[in-house]
């Protein structure tokens, strides 16, 4: 079913990224050298806004592509902000065990969900997942505290908002969260572009 809300949502995300991604050399291709961490999460953003324009911009979508599209939903709750994350540490030459440590520990909530199709508690993956993005965030705002970056604060502020209060706020106004999420990422990348180049 054609969701014209959904599909503005998507198209407002991906002229974001476009636009994010204008600012990195090479960012449009696979071989980007510099910022590779940000370009690839970039990247992952937009690859899942197109995706998101035909899995809500038509009536025919078969169920095959929407398990996909929520599948490679759940990828960029957690894997793009690593990537911002990792970015942003290494940029402030943060020792490489920790950066990767906390990579890792990033990408390990996504690992868990693409290994196994039928997760018996998905409370427990959520809380798994909010807690690894809280680390994420703390590390991040604690190092651009220390080196007066205040894009980094803001990147961190933007996805406490949009992973903790708007589902809530989306469940008490009655707004689609699909289309809020999507508008919130938007502001996650701003924010993470800000932050870069404060860095």
């Avoid at 197109?50 to 599948?71: C, D, V």
């Avoid at 993956?125 to 970056?149: E, R």
């Amino acid at each position: 079913m054609a969701n014209p809300g959904t599909v503005i949502a998507h198209i407002v995300k991906l002229i974001v990224t476009i636009t994010c991604m204008k600012f990195f050399k090479d960012s449009f291709t696979l071989r980007a050298a510099e910022q590779g961490w940000a370009v690839r999460a970039f990247q992952i953003l937009l690859v899942h806004s197109i995706l998101g324009i035909f899995r809500f911009g038509g009536p025919g979508i078969t169920k095959r592509f929407r398990n996909f599209y929520e599948l490679f939903s759940s990828v960029i709750e957690v894997v793009p902000f690593a990537f911002f994350t990792t970015e942003v540490l290494l940029k402030y030459c943060v020792r490489e065990e920790f950066r990767f440590l906390l990579l890792a520990f990033g990408l390990l909530p996504t690992v868990i969900e693409l290994s196994s199709t039928r997760i018996k508690d998905r409370s427990k993956l959520q809380n798994f997942t909010n807690f690894v993005l809280f680390l994420q965030m703390i590390s991040l705002i604690l190092v651009c505290l220390f080196n007066d970056n205040y894009g980094g604060l803001s990147l961190g502020a933007s996805l406490a908002v949009a992973r903790y209060i708007s589902e809530d706020f989306c469940d008490h106004y009655e707004v689609p969260y699909v289309d809020l999420s999507q508008y919130s990422l938007s502001f996650v990348e701003i924010f993470a572009l800000a932050s870069l180049k404060e860095a």
